[in-house]
């Protein structure tokens, strides 16, 4: 009786934990799923109250007599909701009503009517103390001065199965008949109309070029911190570390005025040279090379393998998750790197954008289109998430099996 009543506490405990984390995990991740399903969305589905989750699409139908497809809508005929097709819009309809009794209106299309007393020479009457304008309105065969109280705009609908059969109703307020599908050739505008193309494959170069360098220089130096000895070694490394501490706000002009001097303002090798060294990544290397076992290297060494081979036929291999780890990092850092980019890069050199100035360009261009400024975010932000989740078990792998020594 204990042992099952143990089973359901702890059932329950896990059932509860679990409702909990998936509650906060969906909360977390539903402005990245609201942003990629509006990126297939229509500006007019956009900006529609109350917005919805998925796209949709306008359902057309082909009636007799017209020459392309009309769009369906929910129209209240003889109080019944029926599907009726929108042959025409902005029909304009105006309610009248005699001077003498305001509340005995009619309603009548502003085109079968006409000025009392002629367009030139239009009479008036006093309503309330204002003029109002009088119009010749037929009512049951008599021709009745009348003058406007208000004016709206309505939509022709025709049974698409007998199209002689047609009502008046605003658009507005009717509701269109929908289906679920998305419009995947938004990302095509946003690819054409911001040299997105361009942007992206700059964006992969200098990313890539940015992770290789990286890797580089934080393995030989982190090798060189960690094993070799030679004067000074110590407190160089403490020195190199220190610059992680400094803001890069403060970096920016003198990082400026060097790129001036050896002239690489307005060029992608200001992207990449400058950002192949890493304190950090140094750091990363170094800590995990001094976990490695010296007896392997010393027997190395013994066996007449040089300082080289060791490296790159010993040590690197071992030492996939911690450079999965940099690249990951990395990568994130340099794709989705934007203020040094906006100060070194001409906004008018679009051939040298990266997604972030693209991106940063296209919020001006399609300001009344968020769907395709969403769907340019969506270009910048999957190809980094392919990349952590690929990359996330080596991370935890080398923090589970890593430690730091000093």
């Known amino acids: 009786m204990k042992i099952q009543s143990y089973r359901l506490v702890r059932f329950l405990n896990n059932f509860f934990l ?14 990245f799923l609201y942003m990629l399903t509006t990126s297939f969305k229509t500006p007019a589905d956009t900006f529609r109250y109350p917005p919805r989750m998925m796209p949709r699409n306008a359902v057309t139908t082909t009636v007799a007599g017209y020459d392309e497809p ?18 025409k819009s902005n029909i304009k309809v105006g309610t009248y009503a005699p001077a003498s009794d305001l509340t005995s209106t009619v309603e009548r299309y502003l085109t079968e009517v006409k000025p009392t007393g002629g367009a030139t020479n239009q009479q008036k009457v006093e309503v309330n103390g204002k003029q109002e304008k009088l119009f010749d309105v037929t009512v049951d065969g008599q021709v009745i001065p009348m003058i406007l109280i208000s004016q709206t705009t309505v939509g ?18 009717s509701e269109p008949v929908e289906s679920l ?11 054409e109309l911001n040299n997105m193309a361009r942007a992206l494959t700059n964006t992969a170069l200098v990313t890539i070029l940015v992770v290789l360098g990286q890797l580089l220089t934080s393995v030989v130096g982190g090798y060189a911190f960690a ?20 803001p890069f706000v403060m970096l920016i002009v003198p990082l400026y005025q060097l790129m001036v001097l050896i002239g690489w303002t307005d060029r992608l090798a200001a992207l990449i040279i400058p950002w192949i060294f890493s304190a950090y990544g ?4 170094r800590q995990h090379f001094i976990t490695f076992p010296k007896e392997i290297e010393e027997a190395a060494l013994i066996d007449g393998a040089s300082r080289l081979q ?25 794709w989705n790197s934007f203020f040094w980019p906006l100060v070194i890069i001409n906004v008018g050199n679009e051939k040298n954008h990266v997604l972030t100035l693209a991106l940063n360009v296209l919020r001006g261009r399609a300001s009344d289109t968020p769907n395709l400024i969403l769907a340019g975010a969506a270009i910048a932000i999957v190809p980094p998430l392919i990349v952590f989740i690929f990359g996330q078990r080596f991370f935890v792998e080398s923090v589970a099996s890593s430690g730091v020594k000093g």
């Open 18 to 31: 679990y409702l909990i984390l998936t509650f906060f995990a969906l909360v977390m991740i539903f402005p």
């Open 181 to 191: 599908g998305g419009h995947p050739e938004n990302y095509t505008e946003v690819i």
């Open 227 to 246: 094993r070799l000895k030679f004067p000074g070694r110590d407190t160089v490394f403490v020195f190199y570390l220190g610059t992680v501490m400094i």
């Open 156 to 173: 022709e609908f025709v049974d698409p199965q007998a199209p002689e059969t047609k009502v008046y109703r605003n658009v507005r307020l």
């Open 282 to 285: 140094t750091f990363l290397m």
């Open 310 to 334: 060791i490296l790159r036929q010993i040590l690197i291999p071992a030492s996939v998750p911690a450079l999965a780890t940099q690249a990951t990092f990395t990568f994130l850092y340099a």
């Open 70 to 87: 009309l769009p369906l809508y929910y129209v209240d005929v003889d109080g019944q909701q029926k599907q009726y097709a929108l042959a």
